[in-house]
């Protein structure tokens, strides 16, 4: 019995936590370039939800056609939070506005699903047909979706020229215009990628969190708490912080109750800020790119 339920709950506090943690690189990559805390990153991932269902269920799509098209899908609103929501406030950074902004943008994508999708959970197709049990795909395939996508983007930024002008506009995007970086376009390509790691944890995370509009705001959040977790900026420290977070969750979901679970992760969050005010891996460092 306890070997059971230890092992459910490990199976999902990883799917969870790495699904936390891909919205928590969704919004360091949105960050990265434009020193903006973007609320659109939940959304991103809802919609990668959404449009999974959409393209492979309703429309009848292969699921590799459905994902291309739904990273594509993502990408573009990234890129259109980035023209509507952040270019106009990017002056007045100082004054915060870039909170109503995106939220305000964040709004409009919810209250448009809910709309044109509906209200009610929709369900989601599996996507390889394997497992049962705790080996279900559901539970792995948000694991393995995050693996790929670190991997990815670490082979990005550490590999490539583009990768490494990401990273000077991050460490310092005045010095990387006097170089001659174009920094406008790296960072709207910067927000069609966090749309893109955005839509990986919503199109991944689908059959456990159904297609549902209501799955932004609260990856909204769950998906800040691994940031605050591991620093600002830092993408490691938001995957340790987003498997740590799914972990504690769903321990408290089991032993205290779904309802008293959301005030166990509120009350982890408010303490560690409080302990750690730049996270437990601190902020990212700069270095020379």
């Not at 434009?34 to 009848?60: N, P, Y």
């Not at 991997?151 to 583009?162: A, F, H, K, W």
């Not at 987003?242 to 408290?252: E, R, S, T």
Request: proline share 3%.
């Amino acid at each position: 019995m306890l070997a059971s339920m230890l092992t459910s709950i490990l199976a999902s506090g990883l799917a969870a936590g790495a699904i936390y943690a891909l919205v928590g690189v969704t919004y360091n990559t949105m960050f990265s370039t434009s020193r903006v805390m973007s609320f659109t990153a939940g959304q991103l991932a809802m919609l990668g939800g959404v449009f999974g269902s959409m393209f492979t269920l309703k429309l009848g799509l292969p699921i590799t056609v459905g994902f291309v098209l739904t990273l594509l899908c993502c990408a573009v609103i990234g890129i259109i939070t980035e023209f509507v929501a952040v270019r106009p406030v990017l002056k007045s950074l100082d004054q915060h506005l870039y909170v109503l902004s995106t939220l305000a943008v964040a709004l409009m994508i919810q209250q448009v699903t809910a709309i044109k999708w509906g209200t009610e959970p929709q369900p989601f197709p599996r996507i390889a047909g394997f497992g049962e049990g705790v080996w279900d795909e559901k539970f792995w395939l948000p694991v393995a979706a995050c693996a790929v996508t670190i991997i990815g983007l670490e082979y990005l930024y550490r590999r490539t020229l583009v990768g490494r002008a990401f990273l000077a506009i991050a460490e310092d995007n005045f010095a990387a215009r006097a170089l001659g970086l174009p920094e406008r376009n790296l960072r709207v390509a910067s927000y069609a990628l966090a749309g893109v790691v955005g839509g990986i944890a919503g199109f991944s995370g689908g059959q456990l969190l159904l297609a549902f509009f209501a799955n932004g705001a609260l990856l909204n959040f769950y998906g800040f708490v691994p940031v605050a977790l591991g620093g600002l900026g830092n993408n490691r420290g938001a995957i340790i912080g987003g498997l740590a977070l799914g972990l504690f969750q769903q321990a408290a979901n089991f032993l205290v109750g779904g309802i008293f679970s959301s005030v166990a992760v509120f009350t982890l969050f408010i303490v560690v800020l409080l302990a750690a005010p730049q996270g437990l891996f601190g902020a990212s460092t700069a270095r020379r790119v």
